[in-house]
């Protein structure tokens, strides 16, 4: 279950999905985050990791409109782990237009975000984490910027050697700055997820 915030939203690229099985899963990743991309979806997640882990994406779209994203996790000491990531979204040669529907020069835009989080290890169940991030976004020659933080939980539970299930919720995209170009201010896509998962055979996932 998902609920985001309403008024006008700038940053939506931070909605993309950054992964395949993110793709596949709708998005629907807050309890399954196990690699180094729970930075972008639940920080708590990179508690689970037991080695270093970086996963890269290029996704490369119609309209000259590309995405892309790397992020890295490793364990670090007394259970803390440590993240990093970045995302970019960049449109280029977008045609510009008068009032009247003329065209005028061409221009480019772009979004990105580098993001920093840390998670804590409870137990072998239990694990929190939170992540702080800076947003730029610009269009032509008007740019914004804005700055917020994610928090998160995920529980996990082994049943037995083939079963378990995993629940997660995380809080993301809370404005510390919210962006504003020329004299708008506007609202970033902050949302909360709870999600659960299981699997009741291996890597089998429900």
Do not use: C
Not at 32 to 54: C, H, Q, R
Not at 74 to 87: A, C, D, Q
Not at 128 to 156: C, H, L, N, P, Q
């Amino acid at each position: 279950a998902t609920t985001y915030a309403m008024g006008n939203i700038s940053a939506e690229f931070l909605l993309i999905p950054k992964d395949a099985r993110a793709h596949a899963l709708a998005g629907a990743v807050s309890s399954v985050a196990d690699d180094s991309t729970a930075i972008f979806y639940n920080p708590a997640g990179m508690g689970f990791l037991k080695e270093k882990n970086v996963a890269l994406s290029h996704s490369e779209w119609l309209e000259n409109i590309n995405f892309e994203n790397v992020s890295y996790s490793m364990p670090v000491k007394n259970k803390f782990s440590l993240g990093l990531g970045f995302e970019y979204l960049g449109i280029s040669n977008i045609q510009g237009q008068e009032s009247m529907n003329s065209p005028t020069r061409k221009f480019n835009s772009y979004d990105f975000s580098p993001i920093v989080g840390l998670s804590y290890l409870f137990n072998k169940n239990l694990s929190v984490g939170g992540a702080i991030r800076y947003i730029e976004e610009k269009i032509d020659d008007e740019k914004a910027w804005a700055g917020s933080f994610d928090i998160g939980t995920i529980y996990r539970k082994k049943i037995n050697s083939h079963k378990s299930f995993s629940l997660g919720v995380t809080a993301q995209n809370i404005a510390l700055k919210k962006p504003q170009f020329i004299d708008e201010k506007e609202e970033l896509p902050t949302k909360i997820v709870v999600g659960g998962s299981y699997k009741p055979l291996g890597k089998t996932l429900l």
